[in-house]
């Protein structure tokens, strides 16, 4: 058993050729430590001798955004990895593959992606990625149909509730975007030339109740497994291959927080667009784009959810006429719900995206906070009337044209 420490980088290396693959004894190996989320440590270690790579994702035992006076529970380790594991088991090859893992020093050992990008960079350059929606599409049918009680035993899915039970994950999302953003909070990042909407999220009790519907599902429904954190900086992409990553905030919840989380984001780097494009035929083409695969999103991931319950159902009641619809109906309006509370969070609360951060003129990054925010409260108070992916669209237009 090895005691807990965080790893250095010549540890990593030493860890490294103690496994059975993929380095041999002539192997000449370098490390680099890469991490640049919130919370961990990732170890890229390369092979000079060879094409050979792998990661070493270790959790760090407090959030590495604040520092050591926010501890976080290491067990966030175990779940990613056995999350990765499921996910890889239901949608092979989008998932890094799990090579090995340690769970007393709080790391996983797995497949190097650095053939890919990161979406958000991706997107950022102007990238397209024309096969996206209809793959991500299917990871979150596969992933929510097989993990909820549509999909799997019952009673085996409470057993496997139970594992992602991680109390300290879950309040940092609770906190940063069920709460933080609706009053004054220290960990709130915003700046000043929007203090007035930050006021406006502040008294707006007409958004405060649909927000305290929002939390109440998070906090209560749990319909499947979810990543928990699916933006686009936890997806690797190239134009014809798209894999998920980082799934540590993963715990039983509502399925709309992991199609919420997609569609907030593109939504984000469409907000940011003409702080970065300025022939305005270019811009117009991009925002239709993005605007594009939101839907895409949606309808690739309801058309392969309708299609696995018809084929995979075992829920005996659910296939009680008119059930599908109302359930498929629920999904939409969270989805749209939680997408605007991600927008909100992403402007005012701590963590932020870089597709708004990055836009270098004052005004345009402005701009596109307000833009940003304009679309995510009108989510918010529309979600519970929205029925379809054209009227969630119109709301956009709406909210950006007001
Ligand atoms: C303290 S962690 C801040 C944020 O980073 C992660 O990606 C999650 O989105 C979390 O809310
Ligand atoms: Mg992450």
Redo the contacts with the bound molecule.
């Keep these: 058993m090895s005691q807990y420490h965080p790893l250095t980088p010549q540890e990593a290396i030493e860890l490294a050729r103690t496994l059975p693959d993929p380095f041999t004894a002539d192997s000449n190996l370098e490390c680099r430590e890469i991490g640049d989320?919130?919370?961990n440590l990732v170890f890229h270690i390369t092979d000079q001798n060879s094409d050979k790579s792998i990661i070493i994702k270790q959790a760090l035992p407090y959030a590495k955004v604040v520092g050591e006076s926010w501890p976080l529970s290491l067990v966030r380790a175990r779940i990613e990895r056995e999350i990765l594991q499921e996910e890889y088991r239901l949608c092979p090859g989008m998932v890094p593959e799990v090579y090995h893992y340690d769970d007393d020093l709080a790391l996983t050992v797995m497949e190097d992606l650095s053939d890919h990008v990161i979406m958000r960079k991706g997107l950022i350059e102007g990238t397209s990625y024309p096969l996206f929606a209809q793959h991500i599409g299917e990871f979150m049918a596969r992933t929510l149909f097989f993990t909820s009680d549509l999909g799997m035993n019952q009673q085996l899915k409470k057993e496997k509730q139970g594992r992602f039970i991680n109390p300290d994950q879950c309040k940092i999302t609770e906190d940063l975007i069920f709460d933080e953003p609706y009053r004054i909070a220290e960990k709130n990042n915003y700046e000043a030339s929007i203090e007035d909407e930050a006021e406006a999220l502040r008294t707006d009790g007409e958004l405060h109740l649909e927000v305290a519907l929002l939390r109440e599902k998070f906090l209560t429904h749990g319909e499947a497994l979810l990543h928990g954190?699916l933006h686009t900086?936890?997806i690797f992409v190239t134009p014809e291959s798209t894999k998920v990553?980082?799934p540590?905030?993963a715990y039983y919840g509502p399925m709309g927080f992991d199609i919420g989380a997609v569609i907030a984001n593109l939504l984000l780097n469409y907000a940011s667009l003409p702080g970065s494009i300025k022939d305005s035929q270019a811009l117009q083409e991009r925002e239709a784009l993005l605007l594009d695969m939101v839907r895409d999103v949606w309808t690739e991931f309801e058309s392969r959810f309708r299609a696995l319950w018809v084929n995979d159902l075992v829920d005996p009641m659910a296939k009680a006429p008119g059930y599908q619809d109302l359930y498929v109906q629920k999904v939409f309006r969270d989805t749209a719900g939680f997408a605007g509370a991600k927008m909100v969070r992403r402007i005012v609360g701590l963590a932020h995206v870089a597709d708004i951060d990055s836009i270098e003129d004052a005004t345009e990054r402005e701009r596109a906070q307000r833009k940003s925010l304009a679309i995510g409260k009108a989510l918010i108070k529309s979600n519970r009337r929205l029925n379809t992916i054209g009227e969630l669209l119109d709301t956009v237009s709406t909210a950006v044209s007001a």
Excluded: A, T
Aim: net charge negative; charged share 30%; aromatic share 10%.
């Design positions: 989320g919130n919370l954190d900086g936890s990553i980082d540590e905030f």
